[in-house]
């Protein structure tokens, strides 16, 4: 670029003068521009005008192709069989937008502002100023599809995997249980429980590769979002903060009621109950939303598989956000090699003490499956709820100060529950 202006400039001094000659040279001088023929037939002198038409001198000045208006100082510069202003040039060879005067510019094409809702394909909304604060339109985070605000809440269905809204254009498939699906998404989905048993078998290896090897047999089942909600409320879970629930792993739980306090009363003693729920050491079977891309069950289900690793092995009354922070970080983990899997290529999925390989059960992914898995994982990172979001930061943070260890760091999640605990009674 630089070798370019500098031949221009040179090209530009030796131009200017030559032409500054030339335009010279085209001006008649004013005495000379009449003179007198005498006539053969006649004995008369006759004034003759020895002006020619100027077009035919000086044709129309050309059209610069960078800013549309005339070149009529006679300085042009042909480049791309257009002509062109210098200064227009320099600024198209600097990628500059083109110029219509010296104050006025015009964006350019990748500056210009979308015109069309992804959703209505209608014009955008303009600025609407309320309290200092101005939305134009929304913008996905991730996806980057701008749309009205309006569709948020006018019963446009949106996937429940990748979280687009539904074009007008598209149609997308009702899974009967309240849920949407894209079909983009549709093509990658695990719509039953038979589909899913490969899934379950890997899921089962990477545990055993990262040394938490889990030899319990217990049934994985996909189902409907209502037999999810269901289970949920038997199991007794609190959803603290209104998560939608995807899993849930199933164990044994005892209705134990214990003393709390008591008091003698003459020769009686009177005692204070409290009922309190003790989880067991045994895992029935977990339970996973259908209809979802193999990938998200893969994630789903590596979550719920670390929770009944913990629940086989005694650990109990673990902090809630540390050991949901933990399942999302193995969730995550399982993520990490997916978008690179491809038949008979091992892939390492361990952490630093393991080397250990897993390899793909389904292939290569497709472009749109591998533009998924960096979704999910952009959700599992950026996730603002207090034990999901906040949780799987702390326990990810800690996994680096313990140079990705997972028994030093869950021995650290321990010995924080037990400090929690202890503060709290």
Sequence with gaps: MSFLISWFSSWFKTNTSSSKAKKESLKLPEPDSKRFKKSKNKSKTEQVDDRVDEEDVNPPPSLCHGCDLAIDDGIKFDAFNFPWHPRCFILHSQQQPKVKSDTNLKPTATNKKPKNCYVCEKKLPRKVRKEGKSREYKEDPFWKEKYCPCHDGDGTPKCCSCERLECHRTKYVNLEDGRWLCRECMECAIMDTVECHDLHLEIREFFESIHMKIDKEFPLLLVEKQALNKAEKEEKIDNHYGMVTRGICLSEVQIVISVTNWQRMGSTV???????????????????????????TGCILAHEMMHAWL??????????????????????????????????????????????????????????????????????????????????????????????????????IVSISKTTSSSKS
């Design 311 to 412: 629940r086989l092995n005694g650990y109990k009354n673990l902090n809630y956000a540390l050991e949901e922070g933990l399942c999302q970080v193995l969730g995550h983990m399982w993520l990490e090699p997916q978008a690179y899997a491809t038949p008979d290529v091992v892939v390492a999925a361990a952490d630093a003490s393991s080397s250990a390989i897993i390899t793909s059960k389904k292939g290569a992914p497709s472009e749109y499956e591998k533009k998924l898995v960096e979704f999910f994982k952009n959700q599992i990172e950026t996730d603002g709820s207090p034990a999901y979001g906040e949780g799987f930061r702390k326990v990810n943070k800690m996994m680096a100060l313990n140079h990705y260890s997972l028994e030093a760091t869950l021995k650290q």
């Design 270 to 296: 009177e005692i204070a109950r409290k009922s309190q729920k003790v989880k067991g050491s045994y895992v029935t079977a977990i339970l996973i939303l259908y209809g979802l891309p193999r990938f998200l």
